[in-house]
């Protein structure tokens, strides 16, 4: 199973994506990337927004967990969504990192009708809708103590 980490910042009613074109049709992507091995997930989501988008990251807890199921080109992938806190600096596309066109701020109100990847725009908008104040608590070491 692959495992993709994403994080979402909203800032006055606005979403950061970032704009690719697949088929001759815009569609968005939250910004983030798949995770090598041995990378702690809160790091692989730093350093993705960092090298695609030159910005410092603080990342907060899980906001949405959600799996794609595998198909003839993907394999199976686990989209795990993080709260982006605070960025630091201004996003850019950096294309050295991205095949995105550029970044995009998309409105809360108008996710659920986006071509969003992963697809959760409509879990999106009712999370903000709903005050943004549901998370996911994230362990760093859920095997901390060793037992086996």
């Known amino acids: 199973m692959r495992v993709r980490v994403s994080a979402v910042f909203e800032q006055a009613g ?8 697949y088929g001759g049709k815009d569609v968005f992507a939250l ?3 798949g995770v090598d091995k041995d990378v702690p997930l809160q790091e692989a989501t730093t350093l993705e927004w960092r090298n695609e ?13 959600g799996e794609a199921p595998a198909t003839k ?3 199976q992938t686990l ?11 201004t996003p850019k596309v950096r294309p050295d ?3 995105s066109l550029e ?17 959760v ?5 009712e999370y903000f809708q709903q005050g943004a104040g549901r998370s996911l608590p994230f362990i760093v070491n859920c095997m901390e103590r060793g037992f086996w």
Request: charged share 20%; glycine share 14%.
């Open 14 to 21: 606005e979403v950061l994506c970032m704009r690719y074109v």
């Open 31 to 33: 910004p983030g990337g």
């Open 53 to 65: 988008l030159g910005v410092k990251l603080v990342i907060g807890d899980i906001i949405m967990i």
């Open 73 to 75: 080109r993907y394999p």
């Open 79 to 89: 989209h795990i969504i993080f709260e982006a806190k605070e960025i630091h600096g």
């Open 97 to 99: 990192h991205t095949r």
């Open 103 to 119: 970044v995009c701020w998309v409105p809360v109100g108008k996710l659920g009708g986006t071509p969003l990847y992963p697809d």
């Open 121 to 125: 725009g409509k879990q999106l908008h």
